[in-house]
């Protein structure tokens, strides 16, 4: 079976400051790993994904995210935070049939 | 060109009424599914389709049921409308079945509120 959990519902950093959104998977088979960002009223936007070519892996708007296996993570970050990255952002992990299971969410506020 | 489009955007109804909530994506996807969106922003999914052929169909009570009339669109039609149906619905494409490192697209999701 597949799960992802993300700690902390809500994150709020600084303006310019490291942003860090927590995921740690479960999985039975090697995962295949997103995260998804959600701007109000909105639908869910890729920011990046994971699919075992390099660990790292860079996405848009200056977002990246490291799969560690040993440590069943996937955290996104971004080094220096900026007010248009207020939004929620969700993890992911695949299962059969390319079937998502979503984390809980992660609300980030960036203070000004 | 939207890639994946929703209507209505807001639907307000009353309940034991049935509503409609249609989806069509553009991008030649086999793949389509429904998702619902709770309160607290919990995204489950609910149908999945590919090729009009169901593959994916969770525990979701019998008065949604998801049609499918050709590969670019995907309709869940709800009977009997309860409090509890009050969600956003997000409607997603993806390349293929089984692909699993495929991204999934989204659709600007439809906010369903029963009174």
């Known amino acids: 079976a597949q799960s992802v959990t993300q700690l902390g519902s809500h994150v709020s950093v600084s303006e310019g400051a490291l942003v860090l959104l927590r995921c740690n998977y479960s999985?039975?088979?090697?995962?295949?790993l997103f995260w998804y960002v959600q701007y109000p009223n909105q639908g869910l936007q890729l920011l990046l994904k994971?699919?075992?070519?390099?660990?790292l892996v860079k996405g848009i708007n200056g977002f990246e995210a490291e799969f560690k296996k040993s440590e069943t993570s996937f955290h996104l970050t971004k080094p220096s935070a900026h007010m248009s990255d207020a939004a929620e952002y969700f993890c992911?992990?695949?299962?059969?049939?390319?079937?998502?299971?979503f984390g809980t969410g992660t609300s980030l506020t960036v203070i000004p | 060109d939207t890639a994946v489009s929703q209507t209505p955007k807001y639907l307000v109804t009353q309940m034991g009424n049935d509503k409609s909530i249609k989806c069509e994506q553009n991008?030649?996807?086999?793949?389509m599914y429904w998702y619902k969106q709770d309160s607290k922003k919990f995204l489950k999914i609910m149908f999945s389709?590919?090729?009009?052929?169901?593959?994916i169909n969770e525990t979701v009570p019998n008065r949604f049921s998801p049609k499918s009339p050709d590969k670019a669109h995907l309709n869940l039609h709800i009977n009997s409308l309860e409090l509890g149906d009050s969600a956003v619905y997000f409607c997603?494409?993806?390349?293929?079945?089984?692909?699993?490192?495929?991204?999934?697209?989204f659709g600007p999701g439809t906010r369903l509120t029963v009174l």
């Open positions: 997603a494409s993806s390349p293929r079945s089984g692909g699993n490192s495929d991204t999934q697209y």
């Open positions: 999985s039975s088979v090697p995962p295949y």
């Open positions: 994971y699919t075992s070519a390099a660990t």
């Open positions: 992911a992990v695949t299962g059969t049939g390319n079937q998502f299971y």
């Open positions: 991008l030649g996807h086999d793949t």
């Open positions: 389709y590919n090729n009009k052929e169901l593959i």
